[in-house]
């Protein structure tokens, strides 16, 4: 999957969802790609799309990418 600015998406991402909203990509879920805490036993049923945990608004379900998911920056730490 890629961000509508053709960065590909990968876990762990730092991302902007709206005007001062961020959160953290936990799932590309057509690539079978899912962090430790949301593992694909639980959230594959979904089949398509990004799950994306955010401080301020919980746990994002986007069935496609949109405009308003911004690419801030990868996780260094991997």
């Known amino acids: 999957m890629k961000y509508y600015t053709r960065e590909s998406i990968e876990l ?3 991302v902007e969802l709206s ?4 959160g953290i990509v936990v799932a590309i879920i057509q690539e079978s ?3 430790k805490l ?3 036993e639980e959230w594959d049923y979904l089949e398509y799309g990004l ?3 955010s401080d301020q608004a919980g746990l994002i379900h986007y069935p496609q990418v949109t405009e308003e998911i911004t690419f801030v920056n990868h996780n260094q730490d991997k």
């Open 51 to 53: 799950l994306v945990l």
């Open 12 to 14: 762990e991402d730092y």
């Open 19 to 22: 005007s001062n909203v961020f």
């Open 33 to 35: 790609k899912y962090s």
């Open 38 to 40: 949301y593992p694909k």
